[in-house]
């Protein structure tokens, strides 16, 4: 007798989507097939298809120190809320930043206590901080996150050339994939005070303020240190075709690269930014529909490793004002999956197998977490059930988040999230969260 068995429904592997039960046992999946014994619990699938949860391998939850921006626990329902069941938090937008085995050990406590779902934490490399990287390491952290360009908080300064390249050979030498935010700080740092000299601060100002060739250059100078001192570099959320191609050309030499983007730069143009205003501010910017089209070919090319949210919040009174003043992040957690089965798998065709692959077996792999990202014998049974045929207007009332702010309401998604199971337990079913017991943090292999 197994704990669980969910029957009926399509599962999608890595081989394609079969109709195949999953039976769970202990958390983990004990048999995927047909004619499974029974279960405890019996969980029907029928005209649903399961996908393994997604791994959030990107987002700013902000706890410990500024959890009314956001919070593990409101984050974490949300990102369940969206099929999700592990993500990895950015070092920075928490307070003090994960820069030391210290800080890391305050935020691993915060969030174990508040989390429903497992996660991962990066640690930081900032200048000043190259002796503490080890530690960080020894602490479990699954990389470590660098900025180029400033960062929008005065505690996480941006990594100048220097510190970036000592930075990755101490990460080489670790066994840890670098981040990097890739906009090159000189351009974009002249070009905003040229705008706001002159008193331009509307959305079109802020998007000519960080040109495509501003990440180009960065990501070119990236790769460029990662062939040089042998580190596995991993590029946050490209938000452009020139930029992927600078990455894959740099991967096709041998340079250890991975290649992430997020589902803002997908789903929304500069036309939206436009439309929805400052909820819509980011950096790098939305660009227009042709970078967008771009980024969608490389998708259904194979090129991307990976899709995170950069779930970044504020307080809605700081997420306002003018297009340079207002608060740069992106409110979409609980909308990943969402956003690529309605403009992926609806509206381009993109296999659900690559969908799977893009939010979860990918980003498992790359940092290294065992027994996590896919629907197989002996993996952690995390899964996100979903309804394909299901319609759902995302209304403010919908979101889990602690503001209700997010450029995607009003959106219309094709496919519906019907239940989050995170290690044999349902954590979100039926729109409402039943979580009853807690995630936790997970290493990596180095
Ligand atoms: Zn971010």
Known sequence: MFDTVIRGGHTVTANGVT??????????????????????????????????????????????????????????????????????????????????????????????????????????????????????????AIGF????????????????????????????????????????????????????????????????????MAEVEAISRAVLFAGETKARLHIVHISSGRGVAVAVEARSRGVDVSIETCPHYLFFTTEDVERIGVAAKCAPPIRDAHERDELWNAVLDGWLDLVASDHSPAPIEQKSGDFFHAWGGIAGVQSTLAVMLEAGYHARG????????????????????????????????????????????????????RHRMSPYLGSTFRGTITRTIRRGESIFTGGVITAKTQGKLLKCNR
């Open 19 to 140: 109709q195949a039960d999953v039976a769970i046992e202990d958390g983990r999946i004990a048999a995927v097939g047909l004619a499974l014994g029974s279960g405890k619990e019996e969980i029907d699938a029928q005209g649903l298809h399961l996908l393994p949860g997604v791994i959030d391998a990107h987002l700013h939850f902000n706890e410990p120190g500024r959890a009314d921006w956001e919070g593990a626990a409101t984050g974490s329902r949300a990102l369940a809320a969206g099929g999700g069941t592990v993500f990895f938090d950015m070092p920075l937008n928490s307070t003090p930043c994960t820069t030391n085995a210290a800080e890391f050990e305050r935020k691993r406590v915060a969030l174990a206590a508040a989390s429903i779902t497992d996660f991962g934490l990066w640690g930081g490399l900032i200048p000043g901080n190259l002796a503490d990287m080890a530690e960080l390491a020894a602490a479990g």
């Open 145 to 212: 996150k660098a900025f180029m360009s400033n960062s929008g908080l005065p505690e996480f300064p941006r990594a100048d050339d220097a510190t970036l390249l000592d930075g990755m050979a101490e990460a080489a030498r670790l066994g840890l994939p670098v981040g990097v935010h890739a906009e090159g700080e000189e351009l974009t740092r002249e070009l905003s005070q040229r705008m706001l000299a002159a008193g331009r601060t509307g959305v079109r100002d802020f998007l000519e303020s960080r040109p495509v």
């Open 350 to 401: 993109l296999p659900l197998e690559r969908i799977a692959s893009l939010l979860a077996t990918r980003p498992a792999e790359r940092f290294g977490i065992p027994a996590k990202g896919s629907i197989a014998l002996g993996m952690d049974a995390d899964l996100a059930l979903v309804n394909l045929a299901g319609v759902t207007k995302l209304e403010p009332e919908h979101l889990f988040q």
